[in-house]
């Protein structure tokens, strides 16, 4: 029972620090940029909050069949097929999960606003120099958020995972997906194991995140 | 210090056009004045960098900054609002200015004397009056070695008492470091107290500049300028104050009472503000009176406007404006040449020269 655990958290962590690394300077740019295509780029990241996950796992899997000119290079690169992989589940979920990190950045920057920003090269700070030690330090709760947020709906993702990755002991089998094998196999014990265990999970990540939500607040003057 | 600074800049944004073109030395304080709307924090905000001109450049000592983005302007800027790093103590925000300072700005120390910042360096800045953040803030520009001050309207969220608690530190700062500083503000007590030099800015065009008297003394009472017409005068204190309180001074060889001259030593040399509104004319030296301040000037110009006329009196070198109505002034039948005396009801005291 302990795989499908490790896999899990293995997987909600590789994600999480891709989709950080991803998301600072693509919050950023959403927040601060005037561009016309912003408004473009603002709904293609928000689309897997409203695609059925068996919509995207389905294209996505189509994009990594060896057929096809990514899931080819991939092949001819490294050896492996992309789909059916741990590697392809980390792709599918920085997808899935995008919005998950970049809409509280986002939210977060844009609180900063370009008063304190301005302030910053003011004081000689080049921008990526008041990016971190201005733009970066007020938005730490929105990062913090957006971290938890990114790492617990990847913990909890099943349809694309399925699609994507199958169900193979040890390289794919996640908790929710080791849930549904369960279930299937009228193992309800094991079931219960893993599903009260994901449920306390979930409940103390969003108590978390509220409870972050309602700190002390920043003065901004 | 004195480099020149050269703006011919043109910047429309909406109706409006910024169209200013001037080449001056930059030294001591230049006030910029005007009614809002008139383009003066536009103004800042290209030479700071922070909006880019449609045409136009920006020379200082002979660099020209046009194409450099504001953290490489060598220029400390005040804005409204202090804008302090909340997530920094007091003296963090300090220290982020010293970090990425150039060489050979007035120090750490110096600015935390001349502030008065000792007492602030470990506070949080949200427990921070709205003037003492403003010193912080100044403070801060201060300490990234400007070669420019940019202050715009460092004073205007601040109550009339807090105002007054600042002026004095911002006054003495600008002297001590001699920096040459912009100084945007529509309040003519802060112009009257700091500016060397006054540039007025009208509709996004330079209206006037010149010496700070000069410029208040030619200023137009128009309405809606938010402005008092009145003219600068110096003058030397004569006396120790009297029995009264009382303390005389010269203005080209006549005699100006004022109050409130304490501790000031004789032959200092004051700086009074007399509002065109406070100033009465008779035809004779009127006796029986409550108004102990006469003095004999000859009418330079009549103007008429509207309900009123403004007059520009000669008081033996230096200028004095009085407003009375068109009707007075016809009574008393006023042509220019004529000597007249001229009745100060107040006299604001502006401080030491």
Redesign the interface.
Known sequence: MTGPILLTLALASVTTLILMALSLPLAWWLATTRSRIKPVIEAVTALPLILPPTVLGFYLLLLMAPASPLGGFWLEVTGTTLAFSFTGLVVASVIYSLPFAVQPLQAAFERVGPDMMEAAASLRARPLDAFLTVALPLSARGALTAAVLSFAHTVGEFGVILMVGGNIEGRTRTISIAVWEHVESLEYAQAHALSAGLLVFAFVTLFAVYALGRGRKLHVR | MSADLVLDLTHRRGDFTLSVEVSRPAMGVTGIFGPSGAGKTTLLRLI???DRPDRGRIVFDGEDWTGL????RP???V?Q???????LSVRGNLD??VK???AGGPGFADVVEALDLAPLLDRR??TLSGGE?QRVALG??LM?APRLLLLDEPLAALDAERKAAILPYLGSALKRFAIPALYVSHSIDEMVRLADRIMVLRDGRVAAFGPAAAVIEGLDPAPGEGFEAGVIVEAAVADRPNAYGLSRLDLAGQALTVPGLDGVSEGAVVRLRIRARDVAIATQRPEGLSIRNVIEVRLLERRDRGVHADLLLDAGGPHLRARITRESADALSLVEGQTVFALIKTVSLEGLV
Request: charged share 15%; hydrophobic share 40%.
């Open positions: 700071a960098g922070f983005p504001p953290s490489r220029v400390g800027t804005f609002a202090p804008r302090l790093f909340p997530h982020y200015a990425r300072a150039a800045t949200h953040a801060r520009a990234t």
